[in-house]
């Protein structure tokens, strides 16, 4: 079994290094192990892929988790069980073929500034969509951007349920309202910030340290256990 | 039954105008164009209702919403329907605010003109947009036993794997197109290049014989 964890930074890890003054790349074995997707697969024996995304919203979680079934499930040796951390609802993406990730509406912050330079080439190409899209499309926590939270829950729940494919779903960040009772989804109505404590998180940044992750982690095996997903 | 559509302007019945009414007055001549596009045609021989959410210069990343939308808000699940899409050309994007804004109808003097231009600029491949709306509509409509009726309308769609697709691979433009080359003497599109009424009704005719075999 292979658990294919999808998200966004609290997916990814974002924050965990074994070397801060390395390079992400260096410090990526070191993330994905330490992050709630691997010491998930560790508590489980199964192994584990990390496609969590720093910055994205539910409607690229949706397009990632499409990509993945349409272009990469049929490269996978072993059944997968995917694994989802919603992330916030007010968060939109634009895809940049050429540099092949995503621009996030989240690596902006409130003065329109991109605090990351390694960022900021792709994140320019759509300055202007994103101005748009602040105008004319991104709401609150009720509406707006929620249509797209509400198809990307719909999507990877009815893929997965009609393919008897195994879900886990809970909340990493944002206020949720969902339509439907979906399956395995733990505590859909709160996110990690209403468990996690400040010692389980990184001073100043707000995602979950290695104790934060071990929380989560501990606390979806025991659902996973309770819910007998696996 | 009722059968609801999603779809472009192919589905929409664009340029198919009643002689009977202005053709400045459009909502006059909406009974005339939903009755009469492949959609109202296929209800009227199968002996349904019909719901028409298609939109000239939709997307078929729009139609995935437009589809979510419908299921989400509108949907009576103690109601018999068969969602029938006909999915459109691959280059194509849509922006929501209110209502839906597509690539080929944004103006210079329209918003998403700026979005218009980087995502031409930034997306060489169209078709993951594609395979995630197929993906998203067909599963489901077979996780919730929704009927499904599905075909190209325009565009270079690869063959899918879905159910019900009817004429796989191919579109409803090639398919007019072919026929009227086999024969002259048949004329199934109007001046703008959507099918005619007699378009339609060609087509329909053909839909009809697989949607029986296949859903009815």
């Known amino acids: 079994m292979i658990l294919v964890g999808i998200g966004c930074s609290f997916t990814q890890g974002a924050g965990l290094a074994a070397d801060p003054l390395h390079s992400y790349e260096y410090n990526t074995p070191y993330r994905e192990k330490n992050c709630w997707v691997g010491q998930l697969a560790d508590k489980l024996g199964q192994s584990y892929i990390n496609l969590g995304d720093g910055g994205a919203g539910n409607f690229a979680i949706g397009q990632n988790f499409a990509r993945f079934i349409n272009y990469d499930l049929h490269m996978c040796d072993q059944p997968i069980m995917v694994c989802v951390g919603w992330t916030q609802v007010d968060r939109m993406s634009w895809w940049d073929e050429e540099a092949y990730h995503w621009a996030h509406s989240s690596w902006w912050d409130g003065q329109g500034l991109i605090p990351w330079p390694g960022l900021a080439g792709t994140a320019n190409k759509f300055e202007n969509s994103r101005k748009e899209w602040l105008l004319h499309s991104q709401g609150g926590e009720g509406d707006g951007n929620q249509a797209l939270t509400d198809s990307a829950k719909l999507l990877v729940n009815s893929v997965c349920e009609s393919r008897n494919i195994p879900l886990l779903q809970f909340n990493a960040l944002g206020d949720h309202h969902t339509y439907h009772d979906y399956k395995n989804y733990y505590l859909p109505d709160t996110n990690t910030q209403d468990y996690l404590k400040s010692d389980q998180l990184i001073p100043n940044d707000g995602h979950p340290n290695e104790l934060g992750h071990t929380d989560i982690a501990s606390r979806l095996y025991n659902f996973v256990n309770e819910c007998k997903i696996l | ?216």
Not at chain 2, 79 to 93: G, H, I
Not at chain 2, 171 to 195: N, Y
């Open chain 2, 1 to 216: 039954m009722r059968l609801v559509g999603f779809g472009c302007s192919f589905t929409y019945g664009s340029e198919l105008q009643s002689s009977d009414i202005d053709s400045n007055d459009h909502w006059g001549n909406t009974p005339h164009r939903e009755s009469n596009v492949w959609l109202g045609r296929l209800a009227d021989k199968l002996g349904a209702t019909f719901d028409n959410r298609a939109e000239p210069g939709n997307s078929n990343y729009a139609i995935q919403y437009q589809f979510a939308d419908w299921f989400n808000n509108n949907r009576n699940p103690s109601e018999s329907v068969v969602v029938c899409v006909a999915w459109t050309a691959l280059p194509r994007f849509s922006w929501l605010d209110d209502t839906w804004t597509h690539n080929g109808t944004v103006r210079d003097d329209q918003k998403f003109l700026h979005s218009r231009k980087d995502w031409i600029t930034s997306n060489v491949d169209h078709i993951y947009w594609t395979d995630a709306a197929k993906l998203f509509v067909n599963s489901v409509c077979k996780l919730y036993n929704i009927p499904i009726l599905q075909f190209n309308a325009l565009g270079k769609h690869k063959p899918a794997h879905y159910d019900n697709y009817f004429l796989n691979g191919l579109t409803m433009e090639s398919i007019l197109k072919d026929a009227q080359q086999s024969d002259d003497r048949l004329d199934l599109f109007a001046s703008g290049g959507h099918p005619n009424k007699a378009g339609h009704e060609y087509f329909t005719i053909r839909l009809h014989d697989f949607a029986k075999e296949r859903i009815i």
